[in-house]
Protein backbone atom coordinates (compact mmCIF):
# COMPACT_ATOMS: atom_id res chain seq x y z
CA UNK A 1 0.00 0.00 0.00
CA UNK A 2 2.64 2.52 1.12
CA UNK A 3 3.84 2.94 -2.66
CA UNK A 4 0.60 3.32 -4.58
CA UNK A 5 0.18 6.28 -6.06
CA UNK A 6 -3.11 8.22 -4.76
CA UNK A 7 -5.70 7.71 -6.92
CA UNK A 8 -9.31 8.68 -6.36
CA UNK A 9 -12.50 8.62 -8.87
CA UNK A 10 -15.75 9.82 -8.47
CA UNK A 11 -18.26 7.49 -9.55
CA UNK A 12 -21.65 8.71 -9.84
CA UNK A 13 -24.20 6.97 -11.97
CA UNK A 14 -26.55 8.85 -14.22
CA UNK A 15 -29.40 8.80 -13.05
CA UNK A 16 -30.38 12.21 -12.10
CA UNK A 17 -28.89 15.30 -11.58
CA UNK A 18 -26.06 15.34 -9.13
CA UNK A 19 -27.49 16.00 -5.48
CA UNK A 20 -25.05 18.32 -3.55
CA UNK A 21 -24.38 14.62 -1.28
CA UNK A 22 -23.21 13.76 -4.81
CA UNK A 23 -20.92 17.02 -5.00
CA UNK A 24 -19.19 16.39 -1.45
CA UNK A 25 -17.97 12.97 -2.58
CA UNK A 26 -16.47 14.75 -5.45
CA UNK A 27 -15.21 17.58 -3.56
CA UNK A 28 -13.45 15.11 -0.57
CA UNK A 29 -12.04 12.57 -3.05
CA UNK A 30 -10.49 15.93 -4.87
CA UNK A 31 -9.13 17.66 -1.77
CA UNK A 32 -7.72 14.01 -0.96
CA UNK A 33 -6.13 13.36 -4.29
CA UNK A 34 -4.51 16.70 -4.08
CA UNK A 35 -3.13 17.16 -1.00
CA UNK A 36 -1.21 13.72 -2.04
CA UNK A 37 -0.22 15.20 -5.23
CA UNK A 38 -2.46 11.84 -6.61
CA UNK A 39 -5.23 11.48 -9.37
CA UNK A 40 -8.96 12.23 -9.74
CA UNK A 41 -10.98 10.28 -11.79
CA UNK A 42 -14.58 10.86 -13.02
CA UNK A 43 -16.00 7.47 -14.02
CA UNK A 44 -19.25 6.73 -15.21
CA UNK A 45 -21.21 4.15 -13.93
CA UNK A 46 -24.31 3.96 -16.41
CA UNK A 47 -24.63 -0.03 -15.91
CA UNK A 48 -28.03 0.11 -14.69
CA UNK A 49 -29.79 1.11 -17.93
CA UNK A 50 -33.10 1.47 -16.58
CA UNK A 51 -32.28 4.30 -14.17
CA UNK A 52 -30.44 6.48 -16.83
CA UNK A 53 -31.53 9.90 -17.80
CA UNK A 54 -30.94 11.87 -20.74
CA UNK A 55 -28.95 15.03 -18.99
CA UNK A 56 -27.65 13.77 -15.95
CA UNK A 57 -23.56 13.17 -17.53
CA UNK A 58 -23.86 16.98 -18.68
CA UNK A 59 -25.06 18.03 -15.80
CA UNK A 60 -22.11 15.89 -13.35
CA UNK A 61 -19.48 17.31 -15.83
CA UNK A 62 -21.08 21.10 -16.19
CA UNK A 63 -21.09 21.35 -12.15
CA UNK A 64 -17.99 19.73 -11.18
CA UNK A 65 -16.48 22.56 -13.73
CA UNK A 66 -18.34 25.32 -11.89
CA UNK A 67 -17.69 24.03 -8.53
CA UNK A 68 -13.45 24.12 -9.86
CA UNK A 69 -13.47 20.36 -8.90
CA UNK A 70 -11.98 19.10 -12.07
CA UNK A 71 -10.66 15.34 -12.66
CA UNK A 72 -7.33 14.70 -14.47
CA UNK A 73 -8.78 11.55 -15.99
CA UNK A 74 -12.34 10.62 -16.96
CA UNK A 75 -15.31 11.54 -19.00
CA UNK A 76 -15.37 14.79 -20.64
CA UNK A 77 -12.02 15.81 -18.96
CA UNK A 78 -9.50 13.84 -21.23
CA UNK A 79 -8.81 10.75 -21.64
CA UNK A 80 -5.63 8.99 -19.04
CA UNK A 81 -4.18 5.87 -19.71
CA UNK A 82 -7.34 3.66 -18.40
CA UNK A 83 -9.76 4.82 -21.00
CA UNK A 84 -12.72 4.44 -21.80
CA UNK A 85 -14.20 5.87 -18.59
CA UNK A 86 -17.80 4.78 -19.02
CA UNK A 87 -19.08 1.59 -18.09
CA UNK A 88 -21.11 0.57 -20.37
CA UNK A 89 -17.91 1.56 -22.90
CA UNK A 90 -15.85 -0.67 -20.53
CA UNK A 91 -18.23 -3.92 -21.10
CA UNK A 92 -17.37 -4.10 -24.72
CA UNK A 93 -13.99 -5.59 -23.66
CA UNK A 94 -15.73 -8.59 -21.87
CA UNK A 95 -13.79 -7.52 -18.81
CA UNK A 96 -16.48 -7.52 -15.99
CA UNK A 97 -16.98 -11.04 -17.35
CA UNK A 98 -13.61 -11.99 -17.59
CA UNK A 99 -13.83 -11.22 -13.85
CA UNK A 100 -17.09 -12.96 -13.17
CA UNK A 101 -15.94 -16.10 -14.80
CA UNK A 102 -12.49 -16.34 -12.63
CA UNK A 103 -15.25 -16.00 -9.68
CA UNK A 104 -17.53 -18.93 -11.04
CA UNK A 105 -14.01 -21.07 -11.80
CA UNK A 106 -12.78 -20.46 -8.64
CA UNK A 107 -16.67 -21.84 -6.56
CA UNK A 108 -17.13 -18.22 -5.54
CA UNK A 109 -20.04 -17.51 -7.49
CA UNK A 110 -23.10 -19.08 -9.43
CA UNK A 111 -25.42 -19.00 -11.87
CA UNK A 112 -29.02 -18.56 -10.92
CA UNK A 113 -31.68 -19.25 -13.18
CA UNK A 114 -34.94 -18.04 -11.04
CA UNK A 115 -37.82 -16.07 -12.93
CA UNK A 116 -39.20 -12.82 -10.60
CA UNK A 117 -41.70 -15.18 -10.14
CA UNK A 118 -39.83 -17.72 -8.62
CA UNK A 119 -38.34 -14.80 -6.37
CA UNK A 120 -41.33 -13.34 -5.37
CA UNK A 121 -42.61 -16.44 -4.11
CA UNK A 122 -39.29 -16.74 -1.98
CA UNK A 123 -39.47 -14.17 -0.31
CA UNK A 124 -43.56 -14.43 0.32
CA UNK A 125 -42.45 -17.80 1.65
CA UNK A 126 -39.79 -16.63 4.17
CA UNK A 127 -42.01 -13.32 5.05
CA UNK A 128 -44.41 -15.65 5.93
CA UNK A 129 -41.96 -17.61 8.23
CA UNK A 130 -41.16 -14.72 9.66
CA UNK A 131 -37.88 -13.88 8.70
CA UNK A 132 -36.84 -10.43 9.34
CA UNK A 133 -34.70 -9.67 6.06
CA UNK A 134 -35.88 -11.99 3.52
CA UNK A 135 -32.86 -12.83 1.00
CA UNK A 136 -31.00 -14.62 -1.39
CA UNK A 137 -28.63 -16.48 0.90
CA UNK A 138 -26.27 -19.71 1.81
CA UNK A 139 -29.97 -20.91 3.51
CA UNK A 140 -32.88 -20.09 0.82
CA UNK A 141 -30.05 -20.57 -2.42
CA UNK A 142 -30.33 -24.36 -1.63
CA UNK A 143 -33.97 -24.48 -2.41
CA UNK A 144 -33.53 -22.13 -5.77
CA UNK A 145 -32.79 -22.91 -9.34
CA UNK A 146 -28.87 -22.11 -9.48
CA UNK A 147 -25.76 -24.07 -10.44
CA UNK A 148 -25.82 -25.17 -6.78
CA UNK A 149 -28.80 -26.94 -6.87
CA UNK A 150 -29.10 -28.52 -10.27
CA UNK A 151 -26.99 -30.87 -12.02
CA UNK A 152 -24.26 -29.76 -14.43
CA UNK A 153 -26.32 -31.38 -17.39
CA UNK A 154 -29.13 -29.54 -16.37
CA UNK A 155 -27.29 -26.00 -16.23
CA UNK A 156 -25.77 -26.62 -19.49
CA UNK A 157 -29.20 -27.46 -20.61
CA UNK A 158 -30.39 -24.27 -20.06
CA UNK A 159 -27.98 -22.26 -20.83
CA UNK A 160 -28.40 -23.89 -24.29
CA UNK A 161 -31.26 -23.24 -24.44
CA UNK A 162 -30.88 -19.37 -24.00
CA UNK A 163 -32.14 -19.39 -20.57
CA UNK A 164 -32.17 -16.13 -18.93
CA UNK A 165 -29.41 -15.97 -15.81
CA UNK A 166 -27.75 -14.19 -13.13
CA UNK A 167 -24.37 -14.69 -11.81
CA UNK A 168 -24.26 -14.63 -7.74
CA UNK A 169 -21.72 -14.72 -5.18
CA UNK A 170 -21.13 -17.34 -2.77
CA UNK A 171 -21.49 -15.71 0.23
CA UNK A 172 -20.21 -18.14 3.34
CA UNK A 173 -22.03 -18.88 5.83
CA UNK A 174 -21.97 -17.68 8.97
CA UNK A 175 -18.21 -16.06 8.73
CA UNK A 176 -17.11 -13.03 10.71
CA UNK A 177 -16.06 -10.62 7.60
CA UNK A 178 -13.27 -7.31 8.91
CA UNK A 179 -12.29 -4.24 7.30
CA UNK A 180 -11.26 -0.96 8.24
CA UNK A 181 -12.91 2.37 7.06
CA UNK A 182 -10.92 5.69 7.40
CA UNK A 183 -13.34 7.02 8.87
CA UNK A 184 -15.28 4.55 11.16
CA UNK A 185 -12.36 2.52 12.23
CA UNK A 186 -12.52 -1.48 12.40
CA UNK A 187 -15.88 -2.75 11.09
CA UNK A 188 -17.10 -6.58 11.84
CA UNK A 189 -20.21 -7.93 10.41
CA UNK A 190 -21.11 -11.74 10.09
CA UNK A 191 -21.77 -13.40 6.39
CA UNK A 192 -25.31 -13.70 7.67
CA UNK A 193 -25.69 -10.51 6.98
CA UNK A 194 -24.99 -9.90 3.65
CA UNK A 195 -26.76 -11.91 0.28
CA UNK A 196 -25.41 -13.75 -2.36
CA UNK A 197 -25.53 -10.30 -4.62
CA UNK A 198 -25.86 -10.25 -8.08
CA UNK A 199 -22.53 -9.56 -10.16
CA UNK A 200 -23.52 -9.91 -13.51
CA UNK A 201 -27.51 -9.63 -14.61
CA UNK A 202 -29.81 -10.83 -17.09
CA UNK A 203 -28.56 -8.46 -19.68
CA UNK A 204 -25.04 -9.38 -19.47
CA UNK A 205 -24.31 -5.51 -17.25
CA UNK A 206 -22.88 -6.01 -14.51
CA UNK A 207 -24.01 -4.65 -11.17
CA UNK A 208 -22.64 -2.13 -9.01
CA UNK A 209 -20.47 -4.66 -7.14
CA UNK A 210 -19.10 -6.05 -9.74
CA UNK A 211 -18.02 -3.23 -11.89
CA UNK A 212 -16.90 -0.93 -9.25
CA UNK A 213 -14.60 -3.23 -8.02
CA UNK A 214 -13.30 -4.35 -11.59
CA UNK A 215 -12.88 -0.78 -12.38
CA UNK A 216 -10.84 0.27 -9.19
CA UNK A 217 -8.67 -2.40 -9.60
CA UNK A 218 -8.44 -2.11 -13.36
CA UNK A 219 -7.67 2.16 -12.72
CA UNK A 220 -5.09 1.22 -9.66
CA UNK A 221 -7.77 3.56 -7.38
CA UNK A 222 -5.90 3.90 -3.81
CA UNK A 223 -8.43 4.85 -1.96
CA UNK A 224 -12.61 4.99 -2.24
CA UNK A 225 -14.71 7.53 -0.59
CA UNK A 226 -18.40 6.91 -0.90
CA UNK A 227 -21.32 7.75 0.76
CA UNK A 228 -22.26 6.18 4.02
CA UNK A 229 -25.35 4.34 1.53
CA UNK A 230 -22.83 1.58 0.37
CA UNK A 231 -21.58 0.53 3.92
CA UNK A 232 -23.90 -2.30 4.13
CA UNK A 233 -22.65 -3.57 0.94
CA UNK A 234 -18.86 -3.21 1.97
CA UNK A 235 -18.81 -6.87 3.13
CA UNK A 236 -19.83 -8.56 0.35
CA UNK A 237 -17.15 -5.81 -1.65
CA UNK A 238 -14.57 -7.24 0.64
CA UNK A 239 -15.69 -10.74 -0.05
CA UNK A 240 -15.10 -10.46 -4.35
CA UNK A 241 -11.55 -9.05 -3.91
CA UNK A 242 -10.68 -11.72 -1.22
CA UNK A 243 -12.23 -14.69 -4.30
CA UNK A 244 -10.26 -12.13 -7.04
CA UNK A 245 -6.68 -12.74 -4.78
CA UNK A 246 -6.98 -8.90 -5.47
CA UNK A 247 -7.44 -8.02 -1.53
CA UNK A 248 -3.63 -5.80 -1.99
CA UNK A 249 -5.20 -4.01 -4.75
CA UNK A 250 -7.76 -3.49 -2.74
CA UNK A 251 -8.45 0.60 -2.00
CA UNK A 252 -8.96 1.78 2.08
CA UNK A 253 -12.41 3.00 2.44
CA UNK A 254 -14.04 5.93 3.92
CA UNK A 255 -17.91 5.99 4.60
CA UNK A 256 -18.83 9.72 4.48
CA UNK A 257 -21.90 10.50 6.59
CA UNK A 258 -24.70 11.04 5.84
CA UNK A 259 -25.86 14.96 5.61
CA UNK A 260 -29.08 15.54 7.86
CA UNK A 261 -32.10 17.77 7.95
CA UNK A 262 -31.54 21.36 9.86
CA UNK A 263 -33.20 19.47 12.86
CA UNK A 264 -31.07 16.37 12.58
CA UNK A 265 -34.37 14.52 12.31
CA UNK A 266 -33.55 12.32 8.71
CA UNK A 267 -31.62 12.65 5.32
CA UNK A 268 -31.81 15.88 4.14
CA UNK A 269 -33.96 15.00 1.00
CA UNK A 270 -34.08 16.88 -2.57
CA UNK A 271 -37.19 18.38 -1.95
CA UNK A 272 -35.77 20.31 1.41
CA UNK A 273 -38.19 23.40 2.42
CA UNK A 274 -35.20 25.59 3.82
CA UNK A 275 -35.34 27.80 0.41
CA UNK A 276 -31.61 26.71 0.23
CA UNK A 277 -31.00 24.79 -2.74
CA UNK A 278 -29.98 20.94 -2.89
CA UNK A 279 -28.67 21.14 -6.62
CA UNK A 280 -25.53 22.91 -7.46
CA UNK A 281 -27.13 24.12 -10.51
CA UNK A 282 -30.95 24.14 -11.99
CA UNK A 283 -31.83 20.61 -13.15
CA UNK A 284 -34.81 19.56 -14.55
CA UNK A 285 -35.55 15.70 -14.69
CA UNK A 286 -36.80 14.99 -18.74
CA UNK A 287 -37.99 11.73 -17.00
CA UNK A 288 -40.11 12.64 -13.90
CA UNK A 289 -40.73 16.17 -15.37
CA UNK A 290 -39.29 17.65 -11.82
CA UNK A 291 -37.64 20.56 -11.86
CA UNK A 292 -35.01 22.23 -9.12
CA UNK A 293 -33.30 25.25 -8.53
CA UNK A 294 -29.55 25.36 -8.17
CA UNK A 295 -27.04 27.26 -6.11
CA UNK A 296 -25.42 28.73 -9.45
CA UNK A 297 -28.49 30.18 -10.35
CA UNK A 298 -29.36 31.29 -7.03
CA UNK A 299 -27.01 33.80 -6.84
CA UNK A 300 -24.23 31.46 -4.44
CA UNK A 301 -20.91 31.68 -5.40
CA UNK A 302 -19.04 28.39 -6.13
CA UNK A 303 -16.43 28.93 -3.84
CA UNK A 304 -18.86 29.68 -0.79
CA UNK A 305 -20.39 26.50 -2.05
CA UNK A 306 -17.42 24.74 -2.16
CA UNK A 307 -16.63 25.90 1.44
CA UNK A 308 -20.22 25.13 2.83
CA UNK A 309 -19.88 22.03 1.18
CA UNK A 310 -16.34 21.28 2.71
CA UNK A 311 -17.77 21.69 6.48
CA UNK A 312 -20.47 19.12 5.73
CA UNK A 313 -19.08 16.49 7.81
CA UNK A 314 -15.00 17.59 8.11
CA UNK A 315 -13.50 20.48 10.05
CA UNK A 316 -9.95 21.49 10.13
CA UNK A 317 -9.55 20.93 14.15
CA UNK A 318 -9.23 24.80 14.58
CA UNK A 319 -12.19 27.92 14.73
CA UNK A 320 -10.72 28.79 10.70
CA UNK A 321 -14.19 28.47 8.54
CA UNK A 322 -13.36 30.37 5.43
CA UNK A 323 -10.69 27.91 2.93
CA UNK A 324 -10.11 28.90 -0.47
CA UNK A 325 -9.93 25.17 -2.27
CA UNK A 326 -6.06 25.95 -2.02
CA UNK A 327 -6.34 25.96 1.70
CA UNK A 328 -8.82 23.49 1.91
CA UNK A 329 -6.45 20.91 -0.16
CA UNK A 330 -3.56 21.55 2.57
CA UNK A 331 -5.70 21.58 5.30
CA UNK A 332 -7.85 17.87 4.64
CA UNK A 333 -7.72 14.66 5.72
CA UNK A 334 -9.79 11.88 5.74
CA UNK A 335 -8.87 11.25 9.13
CA UNK A 336 -11.31 14.42 10.23
CA UNK A 337 -14.17 13.10 8.36
CA UNK A 338 -16.50 12.88 11.18
CA UNK A 339 -18.89 9.71 11.46
CA UNK A 340 -21.74 11.17 12.50
CA UNK A 341 -24.32 12.34 10.29
CA UNK A 342 -23.75 16.24 9.29
CA UNK A 343 -26.48 18.83 9.78
CA UNK A 344 -27.66 20.98 7.23
CA UNK A 345 -27.92 24.44 7.94
CA UNK A 346 -29.27 27.08 5.84
CA UNK A 347 -28.84 29.88 7.44
CA UNK A 348 -25.35 29.33 7.84
CA UNK A 349 -25.18 28.43 3.76
CA UNK A 350 -25.85 32.19 3.32
CA UNK A 351 -23.78 33.34 5.86
CA UNK A 352 -20.63 31.63 3.87
CA UNK A 353 -22.19 33.25 0.72
CA UNK A 354 -22.25 37.11 2.66
CA UNK A 355 -18.40 36.17 3.70
CA UNK A 356 -17.24 35.74 0.10
CA UNK A 357 -19.53 38.96 -0.96
CA UNK A 358 -17.75 40.85 1.00
CA UNK A 359 -14.79 39.71 0.05
CA UNK A 360 -14.92 40.35 -3.69
CA UNK A 361 -13.77 42.96 -5.41
CA UNK A 362 -16.47 46.17 -6.22
CA UNK A 363 -15.12 46.04 -9.43
CA UNK A 364 -16.34 42.21 -10.36
CA UNK A 365 -19.36 42.50 -8.32
CA UNK A 366 -20.12 45.66 -10.42
CA UNK A 367 -19.84 43.38 -13.26
CA UNK A 368 -22.15 41.05 -11.67
CA UNK A 369 -24.91 43.50 -10.61
CA UNK A 370 -24.49 45.10 -14.37
CA UNK A 371 -26.91 42.70 -16.03
CA UNK A 372 -29.64 42.78 -13.11
CA UNK A 373 -29.33 46.66 -13.23
CA UNK A 374 -29.76 46.87 -17.09
CA UNK A 375 -32.94 44.91 -16.83
CA UNK A 376 -34.05 46.95 -13.74
CA UNK A 377 -33.40 50.09 -15.50
CA UNK A 378 -34.96 49.38 -18.62
CA UNK A 379 -38.35 49.57 -16.28
CA UNK A 380 -37.42 52.43 -14.54
CA UNK A 381 -35.62 54.71 -16.72
CA UNK A 382 -38.17 56.39 -18.42
CA UNK A 383 -39.89 56.91 -15.18
CA UNK A 384 -37.32 58.75 -13.56
CA UNK A 385 -35.71 60.62 -16.92
CA UNK A 386 -32.14 59.96 -15.45
CA UNK A 387 -28.36 59.10 -16.66
CA UNK A 388 -27.08 55.55 -16.85
CA UNK A 389 -24.92 55.10 -14.14
CA UNK A 390 -21.65 55.05 -14.94
CA UNK A 391 -19.03 51.38 -14.07
CA UNK A 392 -17.57 53.70 -11.36
CA UNK A 393 -20.95 54.88 -9.41
CA UNK A 394 -22.12 51.08 -9.40
CA UNK A 395 -18.62 49.76 -8.14
CA UNK A 396 -19.57 52.65 -5.62
CA UNK A 397 -23.01 51.11 -4.80
CA UNK A 398 -21.86 47.55 -4.63
CA UNK A 399 -19.05 48.44 -1.90
CA UNK A 400 -21.79 50.20 -0.17
CA UNK A 401 -24.50 47.57 -0.25
CA UNK A 402 -22.30 44.68 -0.06
CA UNK A 403 -21.88 45.11 3.90
CA UNK A 404 -25.25 44.07 4.48
CA UNK A 405 -26.32 41.42 1.66
CA UNK A 406 -25.66 38.02 1.04
CA UNK A 407 -26.55 38.07 -2.55
CA UNK A 408 -25.57 40.08 -5.59
CA UNK A 409 -29.53 39.50 -6.54
CA UNK A 410 -30.08 41.77 -3.52
CA UNK A 411 -28.37 44.96 -4.12
CA UNK A 412 -30.85 46.75 -6.99
CA UNK A 413 -33.60 46.13 -3.51
CA UNK A 414 -30.98 47.24 -1.00
CA UNK A 415 -29.90 50.45 -3.01
CA UNK A 416 -32.50 51.25 -5.14
CA UNK A 417 -32.37 54.87 -4.43
CA UNK A 418 -28.98 55.14 -5.51
CA UNK A 419 -30.99 55.07 -8.85
CA UNK A 420 -34.14 56.22 -8.13
CA UNK A 421 -34.52 59.73 -6.06
CA UNK A 422 -36.96 58.66 -3.60
CA UNK A 423 -40.81 59.63 -4.35
CA UNK A 424 -42.19 58.75 -0.47
CA UNK A 425 -40.33 59.26 2.91
CA UNK A 426 -40.53 56.58 5.39
CA UNK A 427 -44.01 57.54 7.38
CA UNK A 428 -42.43 56.79 10.97
CA UNK A 429 -39.38 58.61 10.91
CA UNK A 430 -41.40 61.60 9.81
CA UNK A 431 -43.69 61.57 12.35
CA UNK A 432 -41.21 61.49 14.91
CA UNK A 433 -38.77 63.97 13.28
CA UNK A 434 -40.19 66.17 11.43
CA UNK A 435 -41.32 69.47 12.60
CA UNK A 436 -42.13 73.52 11.94
CA UNK A 437 -37.80 73.66 11.92
CA UNK A 438 -36.62 70.63 9.34
CA UNK A 439 -38.06 72.35 6.23
CA UNK A 440 -35.66 74.95 6.68
CA UNK A 441 -32.97 72.98 7.89
CA UNK A 442 -33.04 70.65 5.05
CA UNK A 443 -33.13 73.78 2.60
CA UNK A 444 -30.04 75.07 5.48
CA UNK A 445 -28.35 72.08 4.63
CA UNK A 446 -28.73 72.22 0.80
CA UNK A 447 -27.30 75.68 0.29
CA UNK A 448 -24.36 75.06 2.52
CA UNK A 449 -23.64 71.66 0.43
CA UNK A 450 -23.75 74.33 -2.75
CA UNK A 451 -20.79 76.38 -1.68
CA UNK A 452 -18.75 72.87 -1.13
CA UNK A 453 -15.38 72.59 -3.66
CA UNK A 454 -14.87 69.16 -3.22
CA UNK A 455 -17.78 67.23 -2.56
CA UNK A 456 -16.89 64.03 -0.36
CA UNK A 457 -18.10 62.05 2.78
CA UNK A 458 -15.37 64.29 5.09
CA UNK A 459 -16.89 67.83 3.72
CA UNK A 460 -20.46 67.28 3.60
CA UNK A 461 -20.51 65.97 7.58
CA UNK A 462 -18.05 68.68 8.36
CA UNK A 463 -21.15 71.21 6.62
CA UNK A 464 -23.86 69.37 7.84
CA UNK A 465 -22.57 69.41 11.85
CA UNK A 466 -22.07 72.84 11.18
CA UNK A 467 -25.17 74.13 9.65
CA UNK A 468 -27.16 71.91 12.55
CA UNK A 469 -24.96 73.85 15.10
CA UNK A 470 -25.50 77.17 13.77
CA UNK A 471 -29.48 76.53 13.92
CA UNK A 472 -28.67 75.26 17.55
CA UNK A 473 -29.98 71.87 16.40
CA UNK A 474 -28.29 68.45 17.75
CA UNK A 475 -27.04 66.47 14.89
CA UNK A 476 -28.84 63.27 16.87
CA UNK A 477 -32.01 64.88 16.42
CA UNK A 478 -31.84 65.17 12.21
CA UNK A 479 -29.50 62.53 10.76
CA UNK A 480 -32.15 59.92 10.48
CA UNK A 481 -34.05 63.00 8.81
CA UNK A 482 -31.78 63.45 6.70
CA UNK A 483 -31.22 60.45 5.51
CA UNK A 484 -34.90 59.92 4.49
CA UNK A 485 -34.81 62.61 2.78
CA UNK A 486 -32.15 61.27 0.46
CA UNK A 487 -33.26 57.77 0.28
CA UNK A 488 -36.56 57.63 1.70
CA UNK A 489 -36.14 55.23 4.03
CA UNK A 490 -34.88 55.03 7.89
CA UNK A 491 -31.77 52.52 7.60
CA UNK A 492 -28.31 51.73 5.16
CA UNK A 493 -25.00 52.42 4.44
CA UNK A 494 -23.08 55.09 6.29
CA UNK A 495 -24.81 58.04 5.46
CA UNK A 496 -21.72 60.38 4.43
CA UNK A 497 -20.15 57.89 2.10
CA UNK A 498 -23.88 57.52 1.01
CA UNK A 499 -24.05 61.64 0.31
CA UNK A 500 -20.60 61.15 -1.51
CA UNK A 501 -21.60 58.85 -3.96
CA UNK A 502 -24.63 60.34 -4.80
CA UNK A 503 -22.86 63.48 -5.58
CA UNK A 504 -23.12 67.16 -4.87
CA UNK A 505 -26.23 68.14 -7.40
CA UNK A 506 -28.28 64.91 -6.87
CA UNK A 507 -27.81 65.59 -3.15
CA UNK A 508 -29.15 69.26 -3.46
CA UNK A 509 -31.98 68.18 -5.87
CA UNK A 510 -33.31 65.74 -3.21
CA UNK A 511 -32.68 68.13 -0.34
CA UNK A 512 -34.86 71.04 -2.05
CA UNK A 513 -37.62 68.16 -2.84
CA UNK A 514 -38.11 66.93 0.00
CA UNK A 515 -38.11 70.29 2.28
CA UNK A 516 -40.84 71.02 -0.38
CA UNK A 517 -43.29 67.87 0.00
CA UNK A 518 -42.38 66.59 3.49
CA UNK A 519 -45.28 67.66 5.45
CA UNK A 520 -45.85 67.33 8.88
N1 LIG B 1 -22.16 4.61 -8.67
C1 LIG B 1 -22.17 4.69 -7.25
C2 LIG B 1 -23.08 5.82 -6.82
O1 LIG B 1 -23.51 6.57 -7.65
C3 LIG B 1 -20.76 4.94 -6.79
C4 LIG B 1 -20.45 4.54 -5.40
C5 LIG B 1 -18.95 4.49 -5.23
O2 LIG B 1 -18.35 5.57 -5.20
O3 LIG B 1 -18.37 3.43 -5.16
O4 LIG B 1 -23.38 5.96 -5.67
Known sequence: MENKRVRLRFAPSPTGGLHMGGVRTA????????????????????????????????????????????PNEGVGFGDGPHAPYRQSERKQSGIYKKYA?????????????????????????????????????????????????????????????GTP?????????????????????????????????????????????????????????????RGEEWLPSAPAHILIYRYLECEYKMPLLAHLPLILKTDGNGKLSKRDKSGIPMFPLNWHDERTGESYVGYRESGFFPEAFVNMLAMLGWNPGTTQEIFSMAELIEAFSLERVHKAGAKFDPEKTKWFNQQYLRKKPDSELAELFQPILEEKLKVFFAAINNQQPTTKYIEGVCRLVKEKSHFVNEFWNAGIYFFIAPTSYDADVIKKRW??????????????????????????????????????IATGQVMQLFRVCLSGVGGGPMLFEMVELLGKDEVVKRLETAAAKIKM
Not at 104 to 109: D, E, R
Not at 132 to 137: D, F, H, K
Not at 197 to 223: R, W
Not at 435 to 462: C, D, L, P, R, Y
Request: glycine share 4%; aromatic share 10%; proline share 1%.
Open 27 to 70: LFSYLFAKKHSGDFILRIEDTDQNRYVKGAEEYIIESLKWCGIE
Open 101 to 161: DQLIASGHAYYAFDTSEELDAMRKRLEAAKVAAPQYNSVTRQNMRNSLTLSEDEVKKLMDA
Open 165 to 225: YVVRLKVPRNEEIRFHDIIRGWVVVNSTQVDDKVLLKSDGMPTYHLAHIVDDIEMEISHAV
Open 435 to 472: NEQSAGFIKAVAEAFKTIANFSATESEAVFKATAEAKG
